[in-house]
C-alpha cells in the first residue's frame, strides 16, 4: 500500500463558511462520507463513485474513481467510508460481496488498493475503526461479520450473528474493542473484537428488521437504533441488560440515523420508503422534529453531518440523483407551524383533547357534549428545564367518555373466533360464516356471506330439496289444462308467433325423446307430455325450481301422472290450416304415421306457443342458467371495497381469504396487503393471537406472509452445563456431553423430544409416558413431580 499521510487539523466549530446548496449526480446515490477535515465529499451507487470538492459556493467535482471501459461490479457500492485517520483511504461496500479499499494516493487513474472477497452475498456496511488505522470492518446480507487487517491479504476475524443479514455495523466511539451490529430479525448485538467466537449481549430493539444503529459520539453507553417499525430508539448500554431510555416515532421506516455533533439531545433521521424528508429529532420531545430539511424530490439514502465539531452542516445523497448541502439556519421548524391541540380516541370511544390551559380554563362552564359524559379537565405542569430549548407552557387534557355498550367490540371479537376461514367446501364456510353473522345481529353481513355462495357455488354442488318436498310442491300447483285460452289473453295466439314456433318445438322434442329412456313410443304418453308443457311453464315461473328440482320432478312424478290422459284437443281450432312449407317433410311423415294423429292434427299440435317450455325442453336447457363466477368479480369487489371503507375490515379480509383465486386477481396487492396489516393490528389489539396466525398464514400476500418468519431464532442450551450450543449437532462443545438423552433409556433422543418444564428432565415421548403410568416421579432421580403438557 502507498504511503498515506496522516491528518491531524484540528478545526473550530466556526471554521467553516458556506451556504445551502447541491449539485446534479450522474446516477443516484446510496451512500455518502466525508473527509476529515471536512472539505471533499465521497458520492458512491450502483453507477457512480465519484469525490467533490466543497466550497463555499458550490460542490466540484475533483475525481472519478469508476474508471475503465467497462467498469466491474467492484464499483458498484452499496455503502462507503472515508477513513478519519488517513486522509487517502477509503472502504466500499460492493452488490457482488466484495469489500475494496481505494488509495487515493495512487498515480494511477486506477486507485483499487486490496479487494476482499469473502463475504458470500451483498455487503451492506462497511466501517473504520475510529482509532486504528489498518482495521476495517464489514457486515453483511449472508449473516457474517469479518474483521480485516489491511496489512494483510485475509480477513482476521470472522464473526457469526447465527441470525439474519448483518444490516449495519459499527465501531463503538469509546470502547476500542467494542462494535454493535443490527440483525433484520430486529435483534442487535455487541461484540468484542477478540472474541469472534460470541457475542458479548444480544437484545430484541426492533418489531422487524434494524437497519441503523449509531454511538453516541460524547455520552460512551449510548446507542440510537432505527427500524422499519417506523421507531427510533435510544438505549443505554451501561446497564447490565440494555435499556430504552427514550423512543421517537416517525411516520416511516428508518434507514439511517446519525447523531448531531455538539449536540447532546439531537439526532438526524432518514427513510428509503414514502419519505424523502430528512429530520433532526430532539429526543426529550419525540412527537414532533425539531428540524426539517426538505429540498429531496426522492428518497434519501445517505446523511452525514460534515464535520464532527460542527453541527451547522448537513451533507445527503438521495436517489434523485442529487447531492446537497444543508445549512441548519435554512432548515424549517415544525413547531413553529404545529397546532397547539391535539386529539385521540380511545381504542373503546373515549375522546381525549388537550389544549392550551387558557382555552380549557375559559370553557369550563360549558354543558357537557352530547353523547358524551365530560370529566373535569386534568392540568398538567411539566418542570423546568434550563437546557431545553423549548418555551415552558401548560397543558390542560379533558376526556370524553361514551357508553360502553354502544360501542363495544364484543361482536370483533366473537366473530373474529368463530368464523371459518379454511378447511371445509367453500359452501360450508360461507354457511357457517352466515350463521355467526346472524346470530350476533349482523344481517348484512349474513346476507352478504349467503349470496357469496349462491354467487360462486359449482351449480352441482348446491343442495336440492328431496324427492317427496318436489311432490309436494307438485301437488300444490294447479294443472295446465284447468286453463283456457281466454284467460291467457288475446296476444298469445298471434300468426306471426305460430309460424315461427310451428316446426321448433315439435323438432325439439322428436329430437330428444330417444335420449329420455322414460318417454316411449306410446301416442298417449306423448300426448300425456305434450298437456304438461303449460303446467312445467307455470312452476318454473313461480315455484322457481331449479334444473335439478326439475330432473328429480319428471322422474319422480311419473308414474302418478300416467293415470291422467288429456284430450287429443287442447284447444279449439280457430281455422284450418292447409299448408306447412316451413315443416321438414321427415318430420311430417313420422309424425302422420301415428295410429291416432290425422293429417290435419300433425299439422297443429304445435301452434299452442307454450309448447315450447315443455318439462322436457326445461331438463335440459340449451344454455346454463348458472352465469360464470366472473361475472359476479366486478360486484364482489366494489363490496370489498366498500366494507374496507365502512372500517370492516375484517369482513374484507374474510372473504378474501375464503374466495382466495375467484376474488384475488381482481383487488392489487397493495390494497390487499393494507386490509390485512389493518385486520392483524385489530387482532393483536384485542390480543387474539392465535386468529392473528391463522390470517398471517392463510394470506397469499409476500410482504404478510414474512411476518410469521421474523423473530424466529431457536436458541438451544446444554442441558448439563446450561451453556449455548453453538454447533448444531448432538455434543455440546464445552462440556462434550449429550445434550439430549433420554432419562428412561439413557440414549440420544433423535426425533420428538419432551421433557418436564420445571426439571428440564425428559426423553422419548413413549417411554416418558410409559414410566408416569407407574410413577409421577422425575426419571431422572432428581425428586421432582414432573407434569407433561
Not at 449539485?23 to 450502483?46: F, K, M
Not at 362552564?365 to 359524559?373: E, S
Not at 401548560?394 to 363495544?408: G, K, Q
Not at 323438432?507 to 307430455?529: K, Y
Request: charged share 25%; glycine share 6%.
Amino acid at each position: 500500500m502507498e504511503k498515506m499521510s496522516r491528518v491531524t487539523t484540528a478545526l473550530g466549530s466556526s471554521a467553516f463558511s458556506g451556504r445551502t446548496m447541491f449539485c446534479h449526480l450522474d446516477a443516484p446515490a446510496n451512500a455518502i462520507s466525508v473527509c476529515r477535515d471536512a472539505t471533499q465529499v465521497v458520492v458512491a451507487g450502483r453507477n457512480i463513485f465519484k469525490i467533490y470538492t466543497l466550497e463555499e459556493e458550490q460542490f466540484v467535482e475533483k475525481l472519478n474513481l469508476r474508471v475503465g471501459r467497462k467498469p466491474s461490479l467492484n464499483f458498484s457500492c452499496a455503502d462507503v467510508m472515508w477513513h478519519q485517520m488517513e486522509e487517502n483511504l477509503l472502504a466500499t461496500a460492493a452488490t457482488n460481496g466484495a469489500v475494496v479499499t481505494w488509495n487515493l494516493g495512487k498515480p494511477s487513474r486506477n486507485k483499487q488498493d486490496q479487494l476482499f472477497t469473502e463475504h458470500k452475498r451483498t455487503v451492506n456496511k462497511v466501517c473504520f475503526h475510529p482509532t486504528e488505522v489498518y482495521m476495517l470492518l464489514s457486515g453483511s446480507q449472508d449473516g457474517f461479520m469479518k474483521c480485516f487487517d489491511l496489512r494483510k491479504k485475509e480477513s482476521v476475524s470472522t464473526f457469526s450473528g447465527q441470525s439474519e443479514s448483518v444490516r449495519d455495523v459499527q465501531f463503538s466511539m469509546k470502547d476500542y474493542f467494542t462494535f454493535a451490529a443490527s440483525f433484520e430479525n430486529g435483534n442487535v448485538q455487541l461484540w468484542d473484537i477478540r472474541r469472534p467466537d460470541r457475542y458479548e449481549r444480544m437484545f430484541t430493539a426492533h418489531t422487524g428488521p434494524v437497519f441503523c444503529c449509531d454511538w453516541h459520539p460524547d455520552d460512551r453507553g449510548w446507542l440510537a437504533t432505527g427500524g422499519r417499525d417506523k421507531m427510533v430508539k435510544v438505549w443505554d448500554m451501561t446497564t447490565n441488560r440494555a435499556k430504552e431510555i427514550h423512543c421517537v416515532q416517525t411516520i416511516a421506516s428508518v434507514a439511517r440515523v446519525k447523531w448531531r455533533p455538539e449536540r447532546k439531545w439531537h439526532l438526524a433521521t432518514c427513510s428509503m420508503m414514502v419519505d424523502h424528508n430528512i429530520y433532526v429529532w430532539d429526543i426529550r420531545r419525540p412527537f414532533i422534529p425539531f428540524a426539517t430539511f426538505e429540498e429531496h424530490k426522492d428518497v434519501t439514502t445517505g446523511i452525514v453531518w460534515r464535520h464532527q465539531h460542527d453541527p451547522y452542516f448537513l451533507l445527503s445523497g438521495s436517489k434523485d440523483s442529487t447531492l446537497y448541502q444543508h445549512m441548519f439556519k435554512d432548515a424549517s421548524r415544525p413547531v413553529d407551524k404545529a397546532n397547539p391541540e391535539g386529539l385521540c380516541f380511545g381504542l373503546f370511544g373515549d375522546l381525549a383533547f388537550a389544549a392550551k390551559e387558557s382555552l380549557i380554563s375559559s370553557d369550563a362552564n360549558r354543558k357537557p357534549y352530547p353523547g358524551g359524559d365530560r370529566r373535569y379537565p386534568i392540568f398538567f405542569f411539566k418542570k423546568p428545564d434550563p437546557t431545553e430549548q423549548f418555551a415552558h407552557v401548560s397543558s390542560a387534557l379533558s376526556v370524553f367518555e361514551t357508553d360502553l355498550d354502544s360501542n363495544r367490540m364484543d361482536w370483533f371479537v366473537k366473530t373474529a373466533r368463530l368464523y371459518l376461514l379454511s378447511g371445509k367446501p367453500f359452501a360450508e364456510l360461507c354457511d357457517h360464516n352466515a350463521k355467526v353473522a346472524r346470530e350476533l345481529n349482523r344481517p348484512q353481513v349474513s346476507t352478504t356471506w349467503t349470496m357469496l355462495r349462491i354467487m360462486f357455488s359449482d351449480p352441482a354442488n348446491l343442495t336440492t330439496p328431496g324427492p317427496n318436498h318436489n311432490i309436494s310442491k307438485l301437488g300444490t300447483l294447479p294443472l295446465m289444462n284447468s286453463f283456457s285460452m281466454k284467460e291467457m289473453g288475446s296476444g298469445m295466439g298471434s300468426e306471426s308467433r305460430l309460424e315461427r314456433s310451428k316446426g321448433e318445438s315439435r323438432q325439439d322434442n322428436i329430437h330428444l325423446e330417444p335420449g329420455n329412456s322414460h318417454i316411449s313410443n306410446n301416442n298417449d304418453e306423448n300426448e300425456e307430455t305434450e298437456g304438461s308443457e303449460g303446467q312445467a311453464e307455470y312452476m318454473f315461473g313461480d315455484a322457481e325450481l331449479d334444473d335439478d328440482d326439475l330432473y328429480s320432478m319428471e322422474h319422480d312424478n311419473q308414474t302418478e301422472e300416467q293415470e291422467y290422459i288429456l284430450p287429443q284437443e287442447a284447444f279449439q281450432l280457430r281455422h284450418e290450416i292447409m299448408d306447412n312449407p316451413s315443416a321438414p317433410e321427415h318430420l311430417q311423415q313420422d309424425k302422420a304415421d301415428s295410429p291416432h294423429v290425422s293429417g290435419n292434427e300433425a299439422e297443429v299440435m304445435c301452434l299452442t306457443p307454450i309448447e315450447s317450455f315443455s318439462l322436457i325442453s326445461i331438463s335440459q336447457p340449451l344454455f346454463s342458467p348458472h352465469l360464470p363466477a366472473s361475472f359476479f368479480c366486478p360486484v364482489v369487489r366494489e363490496m370489498l371495497s366498500y366494507y374496507a371503507e365502512q372500517g370492516d375490515v375484517q369482513m374484507a379480509v374474510s372473504v378474501l381469504i375464503v374466495l382466495g383465486d375467484r376474488i384475488r386477481k381482481e383487488i392489487d396487492d397493495l390494497t390487499q396487503e393494507h386490509w390485512y396489516m389493518s385486520y392483524i393490528d385489530l387482532l393483536q389489539r384485542f390480543e387474539l393471537w392465535n386468529v392473528s396466525n391463522e390470517v398471517i398464514k392463510l394470506s397469499t400476500c409476500s410482504a404478510i406472509t414474512c411476518l410469521n418468519q421474523a423473530s424466529t431464532t431457536l436458541h438451544i442450551n446444554c442441558s448439563n452445563c446450561k451453556r449455548p450450543m453453538s454447533n448444531k449437532g448432538w455434543i455440546c462443545d464445552r462440556c462434550h456431553q449429550c445434550a439430549s438423552v433420554c432419562a428412561v433409556c439413557h440414549h440420544v433422543v433423535k426425533g420428538l423430544f419432551v421433557w418436564c418444564q420445571g426439571c428440564s428432565h425428559g426423553g422419548h415421548l413413549e417411554h416418558m409416558m410409559n414410566w408416569l403410568k407407574s410413577s409421577s416421579h422425575c426419571p431422572a432421580g432428581c425428586g421432582h413431580l414432573c407434569e407433561y403438557t
